[in-house]
Structures are given as structure tokens and as C-alpha cells.
């Protein structure tokens, strides 16, 4: 919410810089802040060609998933980890691979569009604009709030004492300061930058419903593992990497497995 106070204008010309500033971005605002910061610049500076669903898919690919790996803010099944016990940093020791799966995504991604931008019509995408935007970054007051949203909740986790103390922060207190930081934006923002950014609360109350259903339906598979998990022998993160990805493989399977069929009774 508070990122949909930051409007960036102009037109980009390097649709990879971009996506690679949401890459990085992504972990420190989170990937949906990331993406709503950001897509709007991608599609202005792709208005004029007619091959962009490419851009947009690894945009998603990077900005929403990949790039929101290094802090628990970046996506929520990394902040339930960090409600688990995991420590805040702890996510920062990934960037090695961080860095290694977002720099190959970049790579095929810039492949693949300067072979699409061959086969645009150049004197159309090349033409300037009828009216010239410098590039600007405005609403910068939000990123003071963003900066506090990343310290309430590397520090005012109420199972841990707060740095330099013996005190605990109050139950929902970290909840309430980042309310309070929310507001102190909307107050401090003028609604035109919101206006620009087209921000409503439709894309958030999605985000909120979706994985407010998502932590409860966790809650019943946390607690067998917390009976039976010790039993099950997954031990390393070899283990936990490959018998994961099998669960996924076979989630898979049987996805298509059941569009196949649906494809075949509907050609009957």
C-alpha cells in the first residue's frame, strides 16, 4: 500500500534495466510492491510494439517470484518461515542464487526480446514522443515508511527481545506500528501520485484474502509435521529440495493429466 504512494515517470528504454530493478527491489519492498512500483514504466516504455506478452511474463518470473528471495518481507511464505524461527538475515546468505537464477532470467529474457524487436516496425517504436517526460521519482517521503516497515519487523518480533534490551515488543504491537506507518502515508502522500499509479485496494484485499486462506489451510499440515515429522526421515536440504520438487512434479502430473481429459470429452 504505502509503495503505491511512489510514482516513476518517464519512458524507460531498457525494459531488462527495469525488470532487473524489480529484481532487486523485490526483496526490500516486497514483490507485489516491487511489481506495482514498476510495471506501469515497463508497459509505457513497450506501448508502441506490438510483442510484449513476453516482457510482462518474466516480469512476473523476476519482479513477482524469483527477485523477493533475500528478506522475509519479499514474499509471505518466506515471512511465515521468520514467524517460524527462522532468523530475518538468515535469507541474505541465498544471494548467491538469488543472483544466479535472476542474471539467467535476465538472460534469456534479453535474448528473446531483441529477436522480437527485430521484427517490429522500427520507424513506429523509434519515432519520439509527441510529448517528452523527464524521468523522475516522486513520493519519496514513502520510502522513509518503507525503511520502518523493514525495521518493525526485523525488530519488534514479540518472541525475541528487542536489540539491545531485555524487552519484548507487546503482542500485535509490530502489527499496529506498521498500520501507523501505512497511515502516516496515505496522510503524507498527495492522492494525485496515487491517482497517476491508478493504486486501488482491489489488487491488495485479493493479496489478502488469498493467503489469509493460504496460513489457514497451513496451519493443519504444520501441525502433522510438528507430530510426524521427525519420521519421515527429510533431514537435509538435499532431501527437503528433491522430495519437494517430486510433490511438485506429481501436483503437476495430474494437473495436466486432467485438462487432457477435460480437452478429449470436450472433443467428443
Known amino acids: 500500500m504505502i509503495s503505491g504512494g511512489i510514482a516513476v515517470e518517464g519512458s524507460p528504454k531498457l525494459n531488462v534495466t527495469i525488470i532487473g530493478i524489480g529484481g532487486a527491489l523485490a526483496s526490500f519492498i516486497n514483490t507485489t510492491g516491487a511489481a506495482m512500483l514498476l510495471i506501469r514504466p515497463l508497459l509505457k516504455a513497450n506501448r508502441r510494439r506490438q510483442h510484449v506478452a513476453h516482457t510482462v511474463i518474466f516480469f512476473i518470473f523476476v519482479v513477482c517470484n524469483t527477485g523477493g528471495c533475500l528478506l522475509p518481507i519479499g514474499d509471505p511464505p518466506l515471512f511465515l518461515g521468520f514467524l517460524r524461527g527462522v532468523h530475518f538475515t538468515w535469507t541474505l546468505s541465498l544471494w548467491p542464487m538469488w543472483l544466479f537464477v535472476n542474471l539467467v532470467l535476465l538472460a534469456v529474457y534479453f535474448v528473446w526480446d531483441t529477436v522480437r524487436y527485430r521484427k517490429e516496425d522500427r520507424a513506429v517504436v523509434e519515432a519520439p514522443p509527441e510529448h517528452s517526460q523527464r524521468f523522475a521519482i516522486l513520493g519519496n517521503m514513502n520510502f522513509v515508511w518503507l525503511i520502518g516497515v523493514i525495521g518493525c519487523v526485523a525488530l519488534l518480533d514479540p518472541s525475541k527481545s528487542v536489540p539491545g ?50 496460513f489457514i489451510c497451513m496451519q493443519a499440515p504444520v501441525q502433522l509435521l510438528n507430530i510426524h515429522g521427525a519420521s519421515l526421515g527429510i533431514d537435509t536440504p538435499m532431501k527437503f529440495y528433491w522430495d519437494r520438487g517430486a510433490i511438485e512434479l506429481s501436483r503437476q502430473r495430474s494437473h495436466i493429466c486432467r485438462l487432457f481429459r477435460g480437452r478429449q470429452g470436450h472433443g467428443r
Open 165 to 214: 534490551t531485555n524487552c519484548h515488543a507487546p503482542l500485535y504491537f509490530r502489527e499496529l506500528v506498521m498500520l501507523g506507518l501505512t497511515a502516516l502515508s496515505l496522510w503524507s502522500t498527495d492522492s494525485e501520485l496515487r491517482r497517476k499509479n491508478a493504486f486501488n485496494y482491489d489488487a491488495i484485499l485479493e493479496v489478502a484474502a488469498l493467503f489469509l486462506g493460504i
